[in-house]
């Protein structure tokens, strides 16, 4: 029997090549890439895999039908014909979240909340009970997308945004999600074959996705709770079944990784995420300005920063502090390959180095850049000769 079925992983800007590839190791099939997302198809224990394996999806969801609308009326009776009782007792709870890119529907909210009468209607014509809305905890989340006329019922398998991953209780100020580090950490080639360096580590977000990429574990292991725990057909030994093979698959790691951050209290925290997220044993953090180190040894080395920008750039200088980063990789990081994200893309031009390659991510609503500085032994001339 074919128990198969859609899915959709929601992921960032620039991010949809890496979740398909992802998706395939991982054994999705049909796998078809959109904007900000990817569908494939895969069976139920197949979507508890994808929750706890994908390190760059934000969401999971199982669309369950599509249909097209013309008005707010015409929206909610099709949602109410909708078999809910398959997914839903008349006592569980429900929350509804809408997303609308259209020009006949253009209030999301007004969506969820249309959306949530019928489910609601429908369950106490028939049963005399209804369930309840609870926004934190639902036994059932569903997710309304309308494009155009086109509008797509799914339920939400993940629940809560899959780049918290539960290590983090510690942040600073504007913290670098989980789901963008993985993705940056993936698209500079970062394999795990040598030194990894995070020189402005703030809480230790970078540090930690590089860490379980380079062993290959799961990025999700950490969660208390996915929404597909609260689903009438949860099988807990199936996804006990599928964590195990998954932690079968991590691998031996033999470099280090360092972070570096001039602020203690970014120290502190980002030693207690590493800590909580098992990691201490691949992981060094210490109290150091990264304008006044050198690195050790000559071995080839990776490194990956955020450096502070928005809040966290008040009191700089921007175009001095761009600059020491420049002079820093040039004087004291011989034989690395730097990589460094920014939204700041007037403040690239104080590096005084040429990247050689620059991404175009979205850190939360700002544009950025991810750039590669190549600094090689001795002069790039000698290098080629």
Known sequence: MDNNFKMVAKTLYGFEDLL??????LGAQDVKKGVRNVSFVGDKGFMYKANLGLRTAIKILKPIKTFRIFNEKDLYNKV????????????????????????????????ALKTKDAVVDRFRDNTGNRPNVDLRFPDLKINVHIDKQLCTISLDTSGESLHRRGYKTAT??????????????MLTGWDGQSD??????????????AAMIACNIPPNLMRKEF?????????????????????????????????????????????????????DEFISVKHEDFFKTQRAGTEKLHMVFNPPYGERLERLNVPEFYGQIGTTLKHGYPNTNAWLITSNLEALK????RP????KLFNAKLESRLVKYEMYEGSKKAKKQ
């Open 20 to 25: 398909a590839k992802e998706l395939l190791q």
């Open 80 to 111: 109410y014909k909708i078999n809910w009782e398959e997914y839903l007792k008349p006592e569980g709870s429900l929350a509804v979240d809408a997303t609308v890119h259209s020009q006949i529907f253009k209030h999301s909210k007004f969506i």
């Open 172 to 185: 600073n100020i504007a913290p670098i999600s989980e789901v963008l580090a993985a993705g940056m950490i």
């Open 196 to 209: 990894f360096i995070d020189p402005m580590c703030g809480s230790g977000t970078i540090l930690a996705e």
């Open 227 to 279: 929404a597909f725990e609260r689903w009438q057909d949860w099988d807990v030994d199936l996804f006990e079944k599928i964590e195990e093979s998954l932690l079968k698959k991590t691998r031996d790691f033999h470099h280090k990784i360092l972070g570096y951050d001039k602020s203690p209290s970014a120290v502190r925290k980002a030693k207690e995420n590493v800590k909580n997220a098992h990691l």
């Open 350 to 353: 104080h590096v005084g180095l």
């Open 356 to 359: 050689s390659r620059k991404i």
